[in-house]
């Protein structure tokens, strides 16, 4: 059932987007602009976004650069977010070797997790207004082969840290667990789904009230996750203490 306050929200929402360089990134900004939304495009790059409507004007959004391991230094920019789209990650395929391994992680799991948590925080200390969000971006290798080891172990470990801290961290914000197929991007050059179109779906099932969200050509996923999910949901919560 939709969330009858969540299109009105968009209007006056400030988003922020993490791997904002990359075709999904750009295509959330574009598709949040379409719904009055204020943009905060985070990116490791320093070159400036050129980002335009459909009409080709350009979209007007504050650009700011980070770097995994700094995460602390966007606290007080987290503060002014209403959702938060941790979006970035980085695919080194079939390189397996120990630089390649701390890399994976740290960017695609560990880096997520920690403003996860200091988003958590910063919501926390909220009085008033719209309730935050972070919407993860898990992707489809969290439970389904991506040809790539270390993608797929990092994005796992992504996914079970979420299903680990989602009863404490959901006190104090919604969570949205993205769950996406191939999509044609600088990671993934060959994928069968197009960014915008990936990026519409994603905005459509929020509108629908979902918390997790799954585009794919795959229907397997759309057993599986579900699945998954309440697993470690009831395995959590039976081994969990105070």
């Not at 943009?39 to 009409?55: F, T, W």
């Not at 080194?92 to 200091?118: F, I, M, Y």
């Not at 979420?162 to 060959?190: D, K, Q, Y």
């Amino acid at each position: 059932m939709p969330d009858p306050s969540s299109e009105a929200a968009t209007e006056t929402a400030t988003v922020a987007v993490t791997g904002a360089g990359g075709s999904l990134g750009q295509a959330l900004l574009r598709r949040w602009h379409g719904r009055g939304a204020r943009l905060i495009a985070l990116s490791h790059g320093s070159a400036p976004l050129d980002l335009q409507d459909r009409q080709g004007r350009p979209i007007p959004v504050e650009q700011v650069r980070w770097q995994v391991g700094e995460e602390a230094a966007l606290e007080s920019l987290l503060a002014r977010v209403d959702v938060l789209v941790l979006n970035h990650g980085i695919n080194v395929h079939g390189d397996c070797g120990a630089d390649a391994t701390a890399c994976s992680l740290e960017v695609n799991a560990l880096s997520s997790w920690r403003l996860l948590e200091l988003f958590a925080a910063v919501a926390e200390r909220r009085r008033g207004g719209r309730r935050a969000e972070v919407w993860v971006n898990t992707s489809e290798a969290e439970i389904q082969p991506a040809l790539s080891p270390l993608y797929e172990i990092s994005k796992r470990l992504l996914g079970q840290l979420l299903s680990l801290r989602a009863p404490e961290l959901s006190r104090s914000l919604r969570l949205r667990r993205l769950v996406l197929g191939p999509f044609r991007s600088a990671l993934n050059p060959i994928g069968v789904m197009d960014a915008d179109w990936v990026a519409g779906q994603i905005l459509r099932q929020a509108d629908w009230n979902c918390s997790l969200i799954i585009v794919t050509p795959n229907p397997l996923t759309y057993l599986l996750m579900p699945l998954a999910t309440l697993g470690r949901w009831a395995y959590t919560g039976l081994l969990r203490r105070p």
